[in-house]
C-alpha cells in the first residue's frame, strides 16, 4: 500500500495523466480523503508501478444476461480499478498482471467480508485489449463518436474465485 514516504516523483508511465494523478493525487486521495487506496510494486526505493482502487457499485442492468438473472434489483457492491500504471522501463515484465492479481485477491476478500459482485475498470479504448485478456468482458457496446471514451469492462467474482482455486 503506498505510505507517505514513497517517492512518486520518479515514477514514469508514458501516460502523463496516470503519472500527474500519481504524483499529484494519489496521496491526497488515500490520506486526506479517503476515496480511493493505492497499491504500489516497489523495488529499491523505485515505484515500478502502481493500481488505485475505491469501493463502487454497478446497476444490474448493465450486466450480461446470465449475470443478471441471479441477482436482486438494486445496486451492486464492485470494486473499481481507478488508476493502473506501470513505470515504462517495466511495461510488458508483468508488474500489471501482478498489480491486478492483487484487485482481484481483494476483490474476493471484499465479497466474502460485506458483498462484492466483481472488479469493473472504466478502460481506455488503447487499453481494453490488455484487460480482456486479464478476463474483463465489455459491458456497453462502443459506437461512434464514443470511441475515445473509456470502455467500462467487468469480471465476475465467480470467475476470479475459480482462478484463485486454480493457483
Known sequence: MLSPSDDRTRFRSGQPELDFFFH??????????H??????????????????????HIERDHLDEAERKRLPLYPLPVLRVARLAVAESQQGGGVGRALLRLVFDLAIRMSSEFGCIGVLVDAKPEAERYYASCGFVRLDAVTGEALSQPVPMFIAINRLLLAAKGR
Open 24 to 33: 499529484q493525487f494519489a496521496g491526497q486521495n488515500q490520506f486526506k480523503h
Open 35 to 56: 476515496i480511493g487506496t493505492t497499491y504500489v510494486a516497489v523495488d529499491g526505493g523505485l515505484v515500478l508501478g502502481y493500481v488505485t482502487v475505491s469501493p463502487a
